[in-house]
């Protein structure tokens, strides 16, 4: 069985501190790792994907893979009241995305 | 890039009725996938089609469940006899070969 598992949260943070949202992922078969952004009753918009150990930094948003520990992480600097949303992990297993249900962040102004 | 495009936005019907939703993918992109999502959960995959070949099916993809893409371009997803436990956003996602997919906003279907 193939999963991947997020803290729901509600994850809270102050506008402009640093938001850390977590993953793990349970089959050392997977290669490709993504983080989509989902507003409430919007689709899944992809934000970063990352595929090799370390850091990915795109702006604001920084990914890191861990492929010994089975663990991925998205941080998002100088949060903004705008990144609330639930923030979805998928790690990709031959030719599908698999999904963990989602972190929802909340940033406070 | 106009985007993924999903057809209906909204449905409702009645228990028993067979409903039909279309997708049409980003131009370029060869790859199209079906996923179905529901209230709290990431989206489950549903099946995969590259071009106009359906190359993997979900087990959660019952045989009330049919889905195709004639000439490789846009694709429906046909349910036949609807259950309640039907109800859930079905969501299209293309793209091009192994690249990242991209969501389309979904159909939200509703049964009574």
């Known amino acids: 069985q193939k999963e991947v598992e997020q803290n729901s949260g509600p994850l809270s943070v102050p506008e402009g501190a640093i938001a850390s949202l977590n993953c793990t992922y349970s089959d050392r078969g997977s290669q490709s790792f993504f983080w989509y952004r989902q507003y409430s009753g919007k689709s899944p918009e992809l934000i970063m994907f990352i595929y090799s150990n370390g850091d990915k930094e795109d702006g604001r948003f920084t990914a890191q893979l861990n492929k010994a520990s089975q663990y991925v992480s998205l941080l998002i600097r100088d949060s903004q009241p705008s990144d609330s949303a639930t923030y979805l992990c998928a790690a990709e297993y031959g030719n599908k995305l698999v999904f963990g249900a989602g972190t929802i962040l909340r940033v406070k102004s | 890039d106009t985007g993924v495009s999903q057809d209906p936005r909204h449905k409702i019907t009645k228990r028993g009725q067979n409903v039909t939703f279309r997708c049409d993918p980003i131009?370029?992109?060869?790859?199209l996938y079906w996923y179905r999502q529901t209230l709290g959960q990431g989206p489950e995959f549903l099946t995969y089609?590259?071009?106009?070949?359906?190359?993997?099916k979900s087990r959660l993809l019952s045989d009330r469940f049919s889905a195709e893409r004639p000439k490789g371009s846009f694709s429906t997803l046909e349910i036949q006899r609807t259950e309640q436990g039907d109800s859930a956003m079905y969501l299209c996602?293309?793209?091009?070969?192994?690249?990242?997919?991209?969501f389309g906003d979904g159909t939200r279907l509703s049964i009574l």
């Open positions: 131009s370029e992109h060869n790859r």
């Open positions: 996602a293309s793209s091009l070969d192994r690249q990242p997919q991209h």
């Open positions: 089609f590259q071009n106009e070949a359906q190359l993997e």
